[in-house]
């Protein structure tokens, strides 16, 4: 097989198909892992003691067990309790609980960066605690943590190649296969790796725009 047949009849169809897994894997999980972060965080923050340490443990857990291996859990783990997960849905629950967990923290520090008093002139308008941290300092907080957000963002891009290792063939599976199957591991890996550095270059564009058009002035 020459080189232009191998690219156009077997590397771009099953890259696409990778790809369309990948940003299906992507698309489910950061709105997911965005809200429940925000949950998480504003547990801790605003929560009582209980909900502040269960908030904290979440966080802990998930941010200090290595994704992989979370992944195993899920999918090998869980059908001897009786749970048998699909790799894609295994893939996206692992993805979330880590991608939650790093979000609380971003957005944890940027709520404390809202000065008290803030809080306090909202409760004095008459708001309730939960009308104030939800119209005046989440509003702000999400803004100032947008970089961590989407930095968060763009590693999800990254390990979401780590679903291969529970059987869903998205970019870096695809590439396994064909490499594997005709032998041709430097075009192949390099070529998705060019894939990868496209889809975190645009990401990287459009967070920094972001950034730009919600930066809070001064």
Avoid: H
């Avoid at 077997?10 to 897994?21: Q, R, S, T, Y």
């Avoid at 802990?60 to 059908?79: H, M, Q, S």
């Avoid at 520090?109 to 300092?137: D, F, R, Y």
């Avoid at 075009?187 to 564009?205: C, K």
């Amino acid at each position: 097989m020459d080189q232009t047949t191998f690219i156009f009849d077997v590397m771009i169809p099953a890259f696409g198909n990778g790809l369309l897994m990948t940003l299906a894997l992507v698309a489910v999980t950061a709105p997911i892992g965005l809200l429940i972060g925000i949950g998480v965080a504003c547990g801790r923050v605003y929560g009582g003691k209980g909900l502040t340490w269960l908030m904290q443990l979440y966080a802990v857990f998930f941010r200090g067990c290595p994704l992989l291996l979370l992944l195993f859990i899920l999918y090998f783990g869980l059908p001897s309790f009786g749970i048998v997960l699909t790799p894609f849905v295994a893939s996206v629950l692992g993805f979330i609980l880590c991608n939650s967990s790093y979000n609380s923290e971003y957005i944890r520090g940027s709520i404390l960066s809202v000065k008290e008093g803030q809080l306090i002139a909202a409760k004095a308008l008459g708001m309730t605690k939960n009308q104030a941290v939800l119209n005046i300092v989440l509003p702000q907080a999400l803004r100032r943590s947008i970089p961590g957000i989407s930095n968060e963002f763009i590693y999800l891009i990254k390990y979401s190649s780590l679903a291969y290792m529970i059987t869903v063939i998205e970019l870096t599976g695809a590439s396994k296969l064909i490499a594997t199957k005709y032998f041709a591991y430097n075009e192949t890996f390099f070529a998705v790796a060019l894939v990868y550095l496209a889809l975190v270059t645009i990401t990287t564009f459009g967070a920094n725009a972001l950034e730009k058009k919600y930066a809070i002035p001064g």
